[in-house]
Every structure is written in structure tokens, then in C-alpha cells.
């Protein structure tokens, strides 16, 4: 089975870039199948990751950035894949 784990969270203004580079620097501690970063209008940052594992697998995740960095808690999701 493949999970995709989405980590979304809100850069103070302006600070989106900042955000983005923390979040690529940071290691999983586990080596995902693919993992992806994506930008957003109003400094949000978004990084998806899947796993070749059971939905209910404990997997490392991103934690949160200093809170001086974002606006509001970091959002997390998890799904797994239904195929195509």
C-alpha cells in the first residue's frame, strides 16, 4: 500500500521562502518513495511524502518550525493511495 503524508503550514508574511528552505533542509529520519515541495500564495508551504507502508504505519514526519516563522499550528494528512 502507499500513503501519502501532506504537511501544510502558513509562513509569517513575506517569510514564505524562509519556510520553504526550512522545509527542504529538514530530514525525515526515513527515506520516503518520493517526497515534493510546493508554494502557495500567502507564504504557505506544502510537502507531500509517500511511503511504501500500511496506512496506520508510524512514519517520521516534519515537525514544527519555530513558531516565530509560522502564523498558525502546522496542518497534517494523511491518506493512502486508491490507485488510478
Known sequence: ??????????????RGGELLAWA????????PLRREHFRAPQDRVLVVTWWDAPYD???????????????????????ESVGE
Open 57 to 79: 504505519a508510524e512514519l517520521p514526519e516534519l515537525p514544527d518550525p519555530e513558531a516565530d516563522l509560522v502564523t498558525r499550528p502546522v496542518h497534517r494528512w494523511r491518506f
Open 1 to 14: 500500500m502507499t500513503v501519502a503524508l501532506m504537511w501544510e503550514a502558513r509562513a509569517v508574511p513575506g
Open 24 to 31: 527542504r533542509a529538514r530530514s525525515l529520519g526515513g527515506t
